[in-house]
Protein backbone atom coordinates (compact mmCIF):
# COMPACT_ATOMS: atom_id res chain seq x y z
CA UNK A 1 0.00 0.00 0.00
CA UNK A 2 1.31 3.32 -0.63
CA UNK A 3 1.80 6.15 1.76
CA UNK A 4 -0.22 8.59 -0.08
CA UNK A 5 -2.76 8.22 -2.61
CA UNK A 6 -4.78 10.32 -4.83
CA UNK A 7 -7.67 9.54 -7.60
CA UNK A 8 -5.64 9.98 -10.54
CA UNK A 9 -7.47 12.01 -12.73
CA UNK A 10 -7.41 13.38 -14.90
CA UNK A 11 -9.93 15.62 -13.88
CA UNK A 12 -11.86 18.27 -16.04
CA UNK A 13 -14.46 20.62 -14.97
CA UNK A 14 -16.15 23.41 -16.63
CA UNK A 15 -15.47 27.22 -14.92
CA UNK A 16 -17.38 28.19 -12.28
CA UNK A 17 -17.65 24.26 -11.43
CA UNK A 18 -16.65 22.80 -7.82
CA UNK A 19 -13.17 20.18 -8.32
CA UNK A 20 -13.07 17.92 -5.75
CA UNK A 21 -9.77 16.09 -4.81
CA UNK A 22 -9.35 13.59 -2.95
CA UNK A 23 -5.87 11.76 -0.98
CA UNK A 24 -6.08 8.90 1.40
CA UNK A 25 -2.90 8.31 3.95
CA UNK A 26 -1.42 4.70 5.47
CA UNK A 27 -0.30 5.66 8.55
CA UNK A 28 -2.96 7.07 11.16
CA UNK A 29 -0.55 8.87 13.13
CA UNK A 30 0.43 11.28 10.61
CA UNK A 31 -0.36 14.94 11.76
CA UNK A 32 0.05 16.96 9.29
CA UNK A 33 -1.13 17.56 5.76
CA UNK A 34 -0.81 19.48 2.83
CA UNK A 35 -1.75 20.02 -0.46
CA UNK A 36 0.63 21.75 -3.29
CA UNK A 37 -0.24 23.05 -7.00
CA UNK A 38 2.28 22.18 -9.73
CA UNK A 39 1.92 24.24 -13.03
CA UNK A 40 3.69 22.00 -15.82
CA UNK A 41 7.49 21.93 -15.81
CA UNK A 42 7.16 24.57 -12.44
CA UNK A 43 7.84 23.74 -8.40
CA UNK A 44 5.22 22.63 -6.42
CA UNK A 45 3.69 25.77 -4.61
CA UNK A 46 1.92 25.02 -1.33
CA UNK A 47 -1.23 26.10 -1.17
CA UNK A 48 -3.44 24.71 2.28
CA UNK A 49 -2.14 23.16 5.24
CA UNK A 50 -4.61 21.36 7.16
CA UNK A 51 -3.78 19.81 11.04
CA UNK A 52 -6.89 18.96 12.65
CA UNK A 53 -10.11 17.16 11.84
CA UNK A 54 -12.66 19.40 9.90
CA UNK A 55 -12.55 21.96 7.22
CA UNK A 56 -10.36 24.87 6.43
CA UNK A 57 -10.84 27.96 4.38
CA UNK A 58 -8.95 29.52 2.25
CA UNK A 59 -10.29 32.30 -0.17
CA UNK A 60 -11.93 29.47 -2.93
CA UNK A 61 -9.97 26.75 -1.10
CA UNK A 62 -10.87 24.43 1.42
CA UNK A 63 -9.43 21.74 2.97
CA UNK A 64 -11.14 18.22 4.72
CA UNK A 65 -9.52 16.48 7.10
CA UNK A 66 -11.04 12.97 8.62
CA UNK A 67 -8.47 11.26 10.41
CA UNK A 68 -10.70 8.17 11.55
CA UNK A 69 -11.29 7.61 7.69
CA UNK A 70 -7.16 8.80 7.00
CA UNK A 71 -8.74 10.80 4.32
CA UNK A 72 -7.86 14.43 3.20
CA UNK A 73 -9.97 16.52 0.67
CA UNK A 74 -9.60 19.06 -1.36
CA UNK A 75 -12.51 21.15 -2.79
CA UNK A 76 -11.68 24.34 -5.13
CA UNK A 77 -15.07 26.31 -5.33
CA UNK A 78 -15.83 28.98 -8.69
CA UNK A 79 -12.86 27.10 -10.64
CA UNK A 80 -10.79 29.28 -13.22
CA UNK A 81 -8.96 28.13 -16.27
CA UNK A 82 -5.53 29.45 -13.73
CA UNK A 83 -6.54 26.45 -11.48
CA UNK A 84 -5.83 24.14 -14.11
CA UNK A 85 -2.84 22.51 -12.93
CA UNK A 86 -1.56 19.21 -11.14
CA UNK A 87 -2.70 19.03 -6.74
CA UNK A 88 -0.44 17.10 -5.45
CA UNK A 89 -1.31 15.72 -1.52
CA UNK A 90 1.77 15.50 1.19
CA UNK A 91 1.49 13.94 4.37
CA UNK A 92 4.02 14.30 7.41
CA UNK A 93 4.19 11.06 9.07
CA UNK A 94 5.04 10.86 13.06
CA UNK A 95 8.94 10.11 13.64
CA UNK A 96 9.41 10.68 10.01
CA UNK A 97 11.36 13.49 8.60
CA UNK A 98 10.00 14.10 5.47
CA UNK A 99 6.97 14.94 3.55
CA UNK A 100 5.77 11.72 1.51
CA UNK A 101 3.70 13.07 -1.79
CA UNK A 102 0.51 11.36 -3.98
CA UNK A 103 1.58 10.99 -7.57
CA UNK A 104 -0.74 13.84 -8.08
CA UNK A 105 -4.20 14.43 -10.03
CA UNK A 106 -3.99 16.71 -12.74
CA UNK A 107 -6.80 19.13 -12.97
CA UNK A 108 -8.21 21.56 -16.39
CA UNK A 109 -10.78 23.86 -16.20
CA UNK A 110 -13.02 24.10 -19.09
CA UNK A 111 -13.46 28.01 -20.66
CA UNK B 1 13.58 37.66 -3.23
CA UNK B 2 13.55 35.91 0.05
CA UNK B 3 12.32 32.17 -1.08
CA UNK B 4 14.26 29.28 -1.92
CA UNK B 5 16.71 29.33 -4.39
CA UNK B 6 18.17 26.95 -6.41
CA UNK B 7 20.82 26.91 -9.14
CA UNK B 8 21.11 26.20 -11.50
CA UNK B 9 17.57 25.73 -13.16
CA UNK B 10 18.57 23.80 -15.98
CA UNK B 11 21.80 20.98 -16.90
CA UNK B 12 22.15 19.59 -19.66
CA UNK B 13 25.22 17.15 -19.66
CA UNK B 14 27.03 13.81 -21.20
CA UNK B 15 26.40 10.53 -19.49
CA UNK B 16 29.53 9.63 -17.43
CA UNK B 17 29.72 13.23 -16.47
CA UNK B 18 29.44 15.13 -12.93
CA UNK B 19 26.62 17.45 -11.47
CA UNK B 20 26.70 19.77 -9.15
CA UNK B 21 23.49 21.43 -7.70
CA UNK B 22 23.46 24.36 -5.35
CA UNK B 23 20.30 25.34 -2.69
CA UNK B 24 19.49 28.21 -0.77
CA UNK B 25 17.20 28.06 1.46
CA UNK B 26 14.58 30.75 3.32
CA UNK B 27 17.45 31.95 5.91
CA UNK B 28 15.51 31.13 9.17
CA UNK B 29 14.52 27.67 8.12
CA UNK B 30 16.80 24.63 9.47
CA UNK B 31 15.22 21.89 7.67
CA UNK B 32 16.60 20.93 4.41
CA UNK B 33 14.89 18.15 1.58
CA UNK B 34 15.87 17.11 -1.76
CA UNK B 35 13.33 15.27 -3.62
CA UNK B 36 13.08 14.09 -7.09
CA UNK B 37 10.77 14.12 -9.64
CA UNK B 38 9.98 12.52 -12.91
CA UNK B 39 6.95 13.43 -15.16
CA UNK B 40 3.71 12.12 -14.06
CA UNK B 41 4.97 11.35 -10.83
CA UNK B 42 5.01 12.85 -7.16
CA UNK B 43 8.36 14.04 -5.96
CA UNK B 44 10.29 11.55 -4.14
CA UNK B 45 12.26 12.24 -1.29
CA UNK B 46 16.56 11.95 -1.39
CA UNK B 47 17.48 13.40 1.83
CA UNK B 48 16.93 15.67 4.77
CA UNK B 49 19.27 18.05 6.43
CA UNK B 50 18.34 19.60 9.75
CA UNK B 51 21.15 22.39 10.24
CA UNK B 52 24.14 20.92 9.22
CA UNK B 53 23.10 17.28 9.99
CA UNK B 54 21.86 14.62 7.13
CA UNK B 55 19.74 12.89 8.88
CA UNK B 56 18.10 10.75 6.59
CA UNK B 57 19.24 9.30 3.15
CA UNK B 58 16.22 7.77 0.58
CA UNK B 59 17.43 3.92 -0.19
CA UNK B 60 16.94 5.77 -3.86
CA UNK B 61 20.08 7.44 -3.15
CA UNK B 62 22.80 5.46 -4.99
CA UNK B 63 26.79 5.56 -3.96
CA UNK B 64 26.98 8.35 -6.66
CA UNK B 65 24.62 10.93 -5.14
CA UNK B 66 25.71 12.85 -2.44
CA UNK B 67 24.47 16.13 -0.65
CA UNK B 68 26.52 18.37 2.29
CA UNK B 69 24.86 21.43 3.74
CA UNK B 70 28.18 22.73 5.20
CA UNK B 71 27.41 25.30 8.40
CA UNK B 72 23.70 24.47 7.90
CA UNK B 73 23.51 27.17 5.43
CA UNK B 74 23.17 26.38 1.65
CA UNK B 75 23.13 22.87 0.08
CA UNK B 76 24.73 21.09 -2.61
CA UNK B 77 23.59 17.91 -4.49
CA UNK B 78 26.03 16.17 -6.21
CA UNK B 79 26.10 13.04 -8.94
CA UNK B 80 28.71 11.71 -9.69
CA UNK B 81 29.12 9.61 -13.36
CA UNK B 82 25.62 10.34 -14.40
CA UNK B 83 23.38 7.85 -16.09
CA UNK B 84 19.93 8.37 -18.31
CA UNK B 85 18.10 7.44 -15.80
CA UNK B 86 19.37 10.33 -13.80
CA UNK B 87 17.13 12.49 -15.77
CA UNK B 88 14.63 14.06 -13.60
CA UNK B 89 13.60 18.06 -11.72
CA UNK B 90 15.44 17.59 -8.51
CA UNK B 91 13.95 19.79 -5.88
CA UNK B 92 14.96 21.62 -3.17
CA UNK B 93 12.70 22.24 0.12
CA UNK B 94 13.01 23.86 3.39
CA UNK B 95 10.88 24.58 6.21
CA UNK B 96 11.21 26.28 10.27
CA UNK B 97 9.99 22.74 11.94
CA UNK B 98 9.26 19.49 11.84
CA UNK B 99 5.27 19.37 10.87
CA UNK B 100 5.44 22.91 9.01
CA UNK B 101 4.71 23.88 5.40
CA UNK B 102 7.74 22.51 3.43
CA UNK B 103 8.81 25.43 0.74
CA UNK B 104 9.89 24.68 -3.00
CA UNK B 105 12.41 26.62 -4.87
CA UNK B 106 12.27 26.65 -8.73
CA UNK B 107 13.84 23.48 -9.22
CA UNK B 108 16.82 22.06 -11.32
CA UNK B 109 15.92 20.21 -14.56
CA UNK B 110 18.73 17.82 -15.46
CA UNK B 111 18.74 15.95 -18.86
CA UNK B 112 21.32 13.24 -19.09
CA UNK B 113 22.37 12.14 -23.13
Known amino acids: QKEVEQNSGPLSVPEGAIASLNCTYSDRGSQSFFWYRQYSGKSPELIMS????GDKEDGRFTAQLNKASQYVSLLIRDSQPSDSATYLCAVNRPNDYKLSFGAGTTVTVRA | DTGVSQDPRHKITKRGQNVTFRCDPI?????LYWYRQTLGQGPEFLTYFQNEAQLEKSRLLSDRFSAERPKGSFSTLEIQRTEQGDSAMYLC???????????FGQGTRLTVV
Open chain 2, 93 to 103: ASSPSWESEAF
Open chain 1, 50 to 53: IYSN
Open chain 2, 27 to 31: SEHNR
